[in-house]
């Protein structure tokens, strides 16, 4: 069993910085293991919110609490916090191994112990190869492996990534996605991920917390926030989604993959007429015209095969409650 499910809580955060409030009272628990996704647009404060877990930032209120321990006034050293950040910052005059082995060397680690560590980790993301090379001889996702690398070494009571793989390329961020995901969870390390890419949030995070404005919007796994979205800005920033107000006057909410369609009239069904149809590889995405407002429609593309669609053709739309 583990001994404390709750590992980090952050309590009623604030940060200013001058006049201007960047987080306005922030409060979440994270668990032992978990992999947290911090959601959220540019300038909503994820970053300073994550420098202040690290205790790079002061704070004006608020509490961290690691592991039961109040560390809210600890110094970044003793907290023990890993951090990889979205510019690799790797030492540019030192080897990959050299890299990892100058955080293990001032924990004053014996040398036949750094040795055996360093060749464990760099065989666990498959590095091996690199263990000689100097990072401008290495491409942008290997660099950001061996950051990784070099903060995993130091085995962290919690890993901090800001954006570690917004610098990447599609391809290289997908493998790489995958890679980190791996190797937190063999390893059981509790990560923090600061992102502001929905689908890296969705495909990685255990638990995702959206942040806008510098207060949470919503904290639930990746299906909670995408099937149960807590407001408007959650619903719009995580994915696209329609708005109806229904016959009561209140409004639905649906995924534009989640509509009811008919080629006919049909009873309960409205038209509308197709003003754009978009190819997007596994799916389309169907914009229709209803009354003036543009609603989305997402069709499989085997299931848009069957019908005969073109622009300014009618479709019908069941508008007031979604398949279930
Ligand atoms: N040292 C600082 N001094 C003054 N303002 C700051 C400082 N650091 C951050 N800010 C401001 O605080 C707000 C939040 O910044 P933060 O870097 O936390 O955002 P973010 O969510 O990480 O954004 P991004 O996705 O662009 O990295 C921004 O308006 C930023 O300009
Ligand atoms: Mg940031």
Redesign the pocket.
């Known amino acids: 069993m583990e001994k404390n499910n709750n590992y980090l809580e952050i309590k009623n955060i604030e940060k200013s ?2 006049k ?1 409030e ?1 987080l306005k009272g922030i409060s979440m628990s994270i668990n032992r293991g978990e992999f947290v996704c911090f959601l ?1 647009p ?8 994550l420098r202040i877990i690290a205790g790079l930032e002061e704070l004006n209120n608020g509490n961290v609490i690691l592991d039961d321990k109040e560390i809210t006034k600890l110094s970044p050293a003793k907290r023990n916090l890993g951090m990889v950040f979205q510019s690799y910052a790797l030492f540019p005059n030192m080897t990959a191994y050299k890299n990892i082995e100058f955080g293990l060397k001032a924990k004053r680690y014996k040398k036949d112990e750094i040795k055996k560590k360093i060749n464990k980790i760099l065989e666990m993301v498959d590095l091996i190869h690199l263990a000689d090379k100097y990072p401008n001889e290495m491409s942008g996702g290997q660099q950001q492996r061996i950051s990784l690398a070099r903060a995993i070494a130091l085995e962290p009571n919690i890993l901090l990534l800001d ?1 570690p793989l917004s610098a990447l390329d599609a391809k290289v961020r997908e493998n790489l996605r995958k890679e980190i995901k791996n190797i937190q969870k063999n390893m059981g390390i509790t990560t923090i991920m ?1 992102t ?1 890419d929905q689908e890296e949030a969705l495909t990685m995070a255990d638990k995702i917390v959206v942040i806008n404005g510098g207060e949470v919007m919503q904290i639930g796994t990746p299906e909670e926030i995408y099937t149960k979205p807590a407001n408007r800005f959650v619903a719009d920033f995580i994915g696209k989604i329609n708005f109806f107000n229904d016959t009561k006057g209140e409004s639905i909410l649906i995924r534009p993959e989640e509509l009811l369609y008919s080629e006919k009239e049909k009873v309960g069904y409205t038209q509308g007429e197709i003003i754009q149809i978009e190819f997007r590889g596994a799916f389309y995405r169907v914009s229709l015209d209803i009354g003036g407002e543009e609603v989305l429609l997402d069709l499989l593309s085997k299931e848009k095969k069957k019908l005969k669609l073109s622009l300014g053709e009618k479709l019908y739309i069941k508008l007031d409650s979604k398949e279930v």
Not at 44 to 49: A, E, I, P, R
């Open positions: 910085f001058g201007v960047v959220g540019s300038g909503c404060g994820k970053t300073t919110l954006e600061v502001h």
